[in-house]
């Protein structure tokens, strides 16, 4: 009898999956270490949310409300949306594996772009279907390559807008072309899980194309501009009969309760968000400037970090910034596994650890 007879097997695809790689935390022998790798926000939560969040301590032996009422008719209250249309998940990754696995099965083919986030297709095989990547233009997502894509086994097409690690947006024109040329029983999926940074006229999260059309979903998280990455709180924004299915399919009780209690506060506090907002944009646009003087290529971003590319220079390549950058004690994103041979991603974070990177790459590069 032959081994796989005798042990467990996982069902066909699984042992195909790349496990995610989450950023670098640890730069090792250096006394003060920035982690700029992860896209968190330098400002923490909302001082209401970490009270809401001592509070619900009280009362850990009670199971959550597993319909996360507060949470969701605050976001609605938020957004003037119907909270019968929101969903919370334990971050938004848990919410994308969620639609995969309500929606995908085997022979099924999802759409994902060539520098895409890489959760989506981890959960495309895991549900046992096919991802389809398809290519950018430019490390900006190119809606025609998505629709010459597209056979009568496509069933979902993921978009994360803004980009990760890209940093770009899809404008609401081509959003909108995209899904009048979709056919109807092909769900849109729009992760804009950067949306509170966006500062364009042209940008829309998703609000209206959902509520106007039966196949589009948005989801959202806590855990970039509300300070909550710790907690995993994401939501989805979603037509009726999705919800209605996503709800069949999650864990009864998938957010806990100080998540419920300090997310709901940290909506509220919109003050505080608009804070986070402004530093950012701020920095962004300092970051830039500044690594373009220092002769670096930045992609443009809207979002919290920037996308900055290295010279194919002995020495100066990503790889080596890297560990330049490391060795004092700032913690950036390698992005190879995106698609990206000799970059760096950098989220913007307090301003020491920002103009700290300036000055060392101001030195890396001399
Ligand atoms: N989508 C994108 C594009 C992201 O960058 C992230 C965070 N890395 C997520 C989704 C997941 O966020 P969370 O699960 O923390 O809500």
Known sequence: MSTEMNEPVPRPGILDIAAYVPGKEHAPGVARVYKLSSNETPLGPSPKALEAFRNAASQLERYPDGQAME????????????????LCGNGSDELLGLLCHTYLGAGDEAIITEHGFLVYKIQIKAAGATP????????????????????????????????????????????????????????????????EY???????????????SRNVVMTRTFSKVHGLAALRIGWVYAPAAIIDALNRVRGPF????????????????????????????????????????????????????????????????????????????????????YGFQNSLRMSVGPE?????VIEALREFLA
């Open 71 to 86: 949470l969701r008719e605050a976001i609605a209250a938020t957004y003037g949306l119907n909270a019968a249309n929101i």
């Open 352 to 356: 020491e650890a920002n103009t700290g």
């Open 254 to 337: 998938n957010l806990n309760a100080p998540a419920i209690a300090a997310g709901a506060a940290a909506i509220r506090d919109q003050a505080f968000m608009a804070n986070a907002v402004a530093f950012n944009a701020e920095w962004i646009e300092k970051l830039t400037h500044a690594f373009e003087g220092l002769g670096l290529k930045v992609t443009p971003s809207v979002t919290n970090f920037v996308l900055i590319h290295f010279p194919d220079v002995d020495g100066k390549r990503a790889a080596d910034a890297d560990e330049f950058l490391t060795q004092r004690g700032y913690i950036l994103r390698a992005v190879r596994a």
């Open 198 to 212: 966006v500062k364009r006229n042209d940008y829309e999260a998703g609000v209206e194309l959902v509520s106007g």
């Open 132 to 195: 389809v990547t398809v290519k950018e233009q430019d490390a900006r997502v190119d809606v025609d390559a998505i629709l010459a894509a597209v056979t009568p086994k496509t069933k979902m097409v993921f978009i994360a807008n803004p980009g990760n690690p890209t940093g770009t947006y899809v404008p609401v024109t081509e959003i909108r072309r995209l899904q009048a040329a979709l056919p109807g029983h092909v769900i849109l999926v729009l992760d804009a899980a950067y949306a």
